[in-house]
């Protein structure tokens, strides 16, 4: 749900940060909520934006209500009866919306009513992108602009995406069976991914998003205990954010191989080596499990170069054959890089230069710059880090690869 997304967008300049991170985790509930019990997605999430705006003026003056959801409910359930109030032809509805009893507040349901709403979202007569984008507004809360950004496309396309899933799946129920889960896993990776590296913006992360994904991950494993997908997704997400304390320093990027591990999150850690180890025996791995099982061997791994990286290698390989995708094979040239010299790294990455899915992503240049570092070749790995910082959004990111390529010229 987006917050900052109001018919005016003046409200919530004057917001307090605390309230605006409140009423970001509240809207996917009340959304829910509203949905699991009316219907109409569409004008549930109208209804509820408006809540948020008379939220985000009211509580900074009054203060913040004892029961904060049900307050949200009980004002979009307000708008919803205006709204079908108005149209004739929903007056039998609107009696039945009227006759309800005013909303308590429900943490349980509410959490319940939050995953519904996932489940929701990933319906299956929406294409996958349109399942992403729409959970990616509804439940991770990112702007139109950010999820166009996140799938490279123009944000008018992007709204009209979401504009339409909202009307396709206007006036379905609640599913109950995991046939769904596929997609879900898919946009939770993703809404992991853009918190914990933002693709735009001066922040390197957006750690509510994070925290979000990894709550909702907990409690469709906690439906799921035995699906080994969920349990790798978890696994991989608590790898990766146990490192989060360490990736910036003074607003810089700072690599993986850069990092104080004595910082990192050893109980995250712990609980995700635990999913992994307790997983792999179960049967052939997914994608998900695979990266959780890379993502165990650099956290265990004491520095970058006591790395297992012909481990981490193996492990690329059997994720390009399972789940074959461009970012895949690029971190496995960066595997290969370490194992077998930086010529057959780049030798590797010279097979994406034609696909049109990563030609022009930052992340090839950047890779492309770091081999080219390591195989002493510094004017061409400039070239390419200064490409790399023009190609991203993420000042942070930025911001060290000018740095990189700074490093790249001659002494003296």
């Known amino acids: 749900m987006n917050v900052n997304a109001n018919a005016n967008g003046n409200a919530s300049a004057s917001v307090s940060g605390e309230i605006e991170d409140l009423l970001r985790s509240l809207a996917p509930q009340v959304l829910g909520t509203l949905v699991r019990r009316h219907g109409q997605f569409e004008s549930c999430e109208d209804a509820v934006q408006e809540a948020l705006l008379a939220a985000?003026?009211?509580?900074?003056?009054?203060?913040?209500?004892?029961?904060?959801?049900?307050?949200?409910?009980?004002?979009?359930?307000?708008?919803?009866?205006?709204?079908?109030?108005?149209?004739?032809?929903?007056?039998?509805?609107?009696?039945?919306?009227?006759?309800?009893?005013?909303?308590?507040?429900?943490?349980?349901?509410?959490?319940?009513?939050?995953?519904r709403l996932l489940f929701l979202c990933c319906h299956p007569k929406l294409s996958a992108p349109s399942q992403v984008a729409l959970t990616l507004r509804a439940v991770g809360g990112l702007t139109t602009a950010q999820i166009a950004h996140a799938f490279l496309v123009p944000e008018a396309t992007m709204a009209q995406r979401i504009s339409r899933a909202k009307q396709t799946i206007k006036g379905a129920g609640f599913p109950d069976g995991p046939e769904r889960l596929p997609a879900v896993l898919q946009v939770l990776y993703l809404i992991f991914n853009e918190g914990y590296t933002a693709t735009s913006g001066p922040d390197l992360q957006r750690v509510e998003l994070a925290t979000e994904a990894i709550r909702l991950a907990r409690e469709v494993h906690r439906l799921l205990p035995g699906d080994g997908e969920v349990a790798g997704l978890l696994a991989l997400m608590l790898l990766t954010d146990a490192r989060r304390g360490t990736r910036s320093a003074d607003g810089v990027l700072v690599p993986l191989a850069e990092q104080d591990r004595d910082r990192w999150d050893r109980a995250r850690i712990e609980e995700g080596v635990a999913l992994v180890t307790g997983t792999l025996p179960k049967g052939p791995p997914g994608p998900y499990l695979v990266q959780a099982a890379i993502a165990a061997i650099h956290d265990e791994a004491p520095s970058a170069e006591e790395t297992d990286w012909a481990e981490v290698l193996i492990l690329y390989k059997i994720l390009d054959r399972i789940a074959p995708n461009p970012m895949v094979t690029l971190?496995?040239?960066?595997?290969?890089?370490?194992?077998?010299?930086?010529?057959?790294?780049?030798?590797?990455?010279?097979?994406?230069?034609?696909?049109?899915?990563?030609?022009?992503?930052?992340?090839?240049?950047?890779?492309?710059?770091?081999?080219?570092?390591?195989?002493?070749?510094h004017e061409q790995a400039r070239e390419h880090y200064r490409r790399a910082a023009r190609l991203t959004l993420s000042l942070p990111e930025r911001e060290y690869l000018l740095r990189r390529a700074q490093r790249q010229l001659p002494v003296g």
């Open 331 to 377: 971190n496995r040239a960066i595997a290969t890089a370490m194992v077998h010299g930086p010529a057959e790294g780049l030798a590797l990455l010279a097979t994406l230069d034609g696909d049109k899915r990563i030609a022009g992503h930052y992340r090839l240049a950047a890779v492309r710059g770091h081999l080219l570092d390591l195989a002493g070749e």
């Open 56 to 115: 985000s003026v009211q509580w900074p003056e009054h203060g913040v209500p004892s029961s904060p959801a049900g307050w949200l409910i009980t004002v979009a359930g307000r708008r919803l009866t205006d709204q079908w109030r108005s149209e004739a032809a929903r007056r039998e509805r609107e009696l039945t919306v009227g006759m309800e009893p005013p909303p308590q507040d429900e943490p349980s349901r509410h959490v319940d009513d939050t995953l």
